[in-house]
């Protein structure tokens, strides 16, 4: 069993090494784009309460107002009297071009503004995804992520500890650089590899598309059930962000409201998320989706009592994105990127270790021959 083991992650590692460094990388930059950098400007622009806290409403206004040349796409809502309105919009001729702008939330001043998925980071992103060639991309990165899960399996199986715990976790740090590698990889990929296996699978199914719940779909002769819409009506009435927040709230009352999102054009909906008791994600997984037209509750998408396959897309996301567990778990995520990197770089130096005594003790036994 054991050289069954050996064999596979030998061959599977040398493959997908090179993989394994650019996704891994990839992923922590991204990680510490997504989850890091918005906490960190959170920090930064944390304001003092004075008091009434303006509306969303008011926050459309301002935000209208000093960037005319934008479109509002989300608004993030304070979660506690510190936190600062925190609106995303991308410029109307060139939706490309995100801004995140940060907003007192009892004043109305606008406090920052950064940009926002920059020309380098949609690189980085499509390179995680889809190594900048499209839908083969995916896949290879699909195949890359079942190689992790094989190889992570596999490694803990040929880990040294087994027979004697403590000698799993020696690292010979003052010996020759080849031990110092050989223990460095042994022990990084132990460590590392319940948190492997998860990343591992759950990006797997993401470059796949999400294959379980659409072959559950599939089975049960049910089509995925597609996000509502707006049905377009002419009317003199206009409804206000904070009409459509007070709907939504009156719709999920046992939630707390994260983000709210104007409709994007014509006939989509205005979405407010939720974030529920009990729920582990910062922003929330519950929806209400709106009728832009007349503040008709369309659907609402309860986390907990979601359909299973729903839920399943929604807990592959959370669990590969670190959208959980604040920044401690952000940067546990960023660490273990970076380990992927370590442990592709030591498992080759390995290999080629072991190939360059194989070429010498072959032509050292050639030699002997002749003579």
Not at 126 to 148: E, P, Y
């Amino acid at each position: 069993m054991k050289n069954t083991a050996r064999a596979l992650h030998k061959a599977i590692g040398i493959v997908v090494a090179a993989l394994m460094i650019i996704i891994g990388a990839t992923g922590s930059i991204l990680v510490f784009d997504k989850e890091v950098n918005p906490a960190l400007h959170l920090q930064i622009n944390k304001v003092i309460p004075v008091g009434e806290r303006i509306s969303i409403s008011q926050v459309t206004e301002i935000i209208n107002k000093q960037y005319p040349e934008d479109k509002i796409q989300r608004i993030i809502l304070p979660m506690n009297a510190n936190h600062p309105y925190h609106a995303v919009v991308e410029q109307k001729l060139n939706k490309v071009n995100k801004t995140d702008i940060y907003i007192n939330s009892y004043s109305g001043e606008v406090l920052a503004n950064y940009p926002r998925d920059n020309r380098l980071m949609q690189l980085i992103n499509k390179l995680h995804t889809k190594l900048l060639v499209g839908k083969i991309g995916s896949v290879i990165v699909g195949l890359s992520g079942v190689s992790l899960l094989v190889l992570s399996i596999t490694g803990t199986m040929l880990w040294n500890g087994w027979k004697k715990f403590v000698n799993g976790f020696k690292i010979r740090w003052t010996s020759k650089w080849r031990f110092l590698n050989y223990d460095l990889h042994h022990v990084g990929g132990f460590i590392s590899a319940l948190l492997l296996i998860v990343i591992a699978t759950t990006g797997a199914f993401m470059a796949f598309g999400q294959p379980i719940p659409k072959l559950s779909y599939w089975f049960k002769g049910q089509e995925q059930e597609l996000k509502p819409i707006s049905i377009i009506q002419t009317t003199s009435q206009k409804f206000t962000p904070d009409d459509f927040l007070a709907t939504a709230i009156a719709a999920l009352p046992e939630g707390k409201p994260t983000i709210y999102e104007p409709p994007k054009d014509n006939e989509s909906t205005v979405k407010v998320r939720f974030k529920l008791p009990n729920d582990i994600t910062s922003e929330g997984k519950s929806i209400v989706f709106i009728d832009q037209y007349n503040t008709n509750v369309l659907r609402i998408e309860h986390f907990f009592h979601n359909p299973w396959e729903k839920q399943f897309q929604d807990w592959t996301n959370i669990l590969h994105t670190a959208k959980f567990g604040g920044l401690a778990v952000a940067f546990l995520y960023i660490i273990i990127g970076l380990v992927t990197v370590v442990l592709a770089i030591t498992g080759i130096v390995i290999w080629l270790g072991k190939k360059k005594k194989l070429i010498i003790d072959y032509q050292a036994k050639h030699s002997s021959q002749l003579k």
